[in-house]
């Protein structure tokens, strides 16, 4: 393992160390490229408690396919299609009746996202560093199975959920060559439901929420960039 983590440093520093040399470039807007990412979630549900409660058994895995097209002034839109499968289960520690509950399921996630990009201006100066935030929101639609018997404090419901939801976040991208960038996303999601996980208790006063790390990779397949150039001009 160590060795294997040494190896893809020191390739890291290579291609980095090959791409410094390379002339400035200009990006106009209207640069497109698709985004692809996996990850992990941890759910906030009534079954298995919020974040703090979380073991790391608990992250599920998460898969993104995405769209981004630049705008102008460092906007940017990306359009989304994402898959998660949640499993959990809670303890007799939290009041939740004489049974323990557990639950899985699958929630299938669209919409689209307005990026600000806060350090690397993508439409005019480009920068291999790029942070920015984004928020936005979509449709859920989650498929749960609940095990358990509930009791007069709690309700199940496994019929299909689907519901819209907002999500915000932060991210971070290093372009290492014209086409690619490799990054880190990291987001809240809230949806409009209490019974994402199919089981909600009597006493809850909030919906279910999501926390998300995301892996990105970035294919850029535009190619409207040109060299900066710089002159002195005067009119007649």
Known sequence: MKKTFVLLLSA?????????DEPSYKFSAGDKSIIITSGFSLPSFDIGGKLYEKQLHDLSPTVNFGFRYLLPKNFALKLFGEYTYYKDDDDYKRGLGNS???FSNQIYRGGGRLEYHILGNVTDYEARHNAYVFGGGGIAHAESEVVGIPDANHAIN?????TPLLLAGIGYQYRFARNFALGLDLSYEYYFSDYIEGFHTNWSKSNDVAYGAMLTVS???SRNYFHTKKCRCEDN
């Open 158 to 162: 496994t019929t299909p959920v689907t």
């Open 12 to 20: 890291w520093f290579t291609l980095a160390s090959a791409q410094s």
């Open 219 to 221: 294919y850029f397949f």
């Open 100 to 102: 323990q509950y557990s």
